[in-house]
């Protein structure tokens, strides 16, 4: 909650922060061969994560891989922010999900 309210200005609990590294060394991530640069932080928060996957009755660890994933999409630029953006940011992290047979989590 302190993350979430320092940061975002919402003070109350979420279950996962992106902090996108915000240097110009990303705009080159897929221009050349050289290694993946520093994509950014993710803090998650461990007691929302396991109250989340036990009220919404799925394993806690395929919402934490929910989790992981949408996060590394938002390091990557994507949002949600707009309903346009957030459908596209829902399809990929639903087909990246079935890719390893985890369940929708938006159903």
Known sequence: QNLNRDFI??????NV?????????FDDLFENDKALPYLGDIAMAYETLKSEAEVQNKPIKHHFIHL???SILHLLGYDHIKED??????????NMLAMIDIKNPYL
Do not use: G
Request: hydrophobic share 30%.
């Open 17 to 25: 922060l992106s902090f996108p590294n915000e240097s110009d060394e």
């Open 85 to 94: 953006e957030a459908e596209e940011m829902e399809d990929l992290e639903i």
């Open 9 to 14: 200005a919402h003070d109350k609990p979420t």
């Open 68 to 70: 992981l994933i949408h």
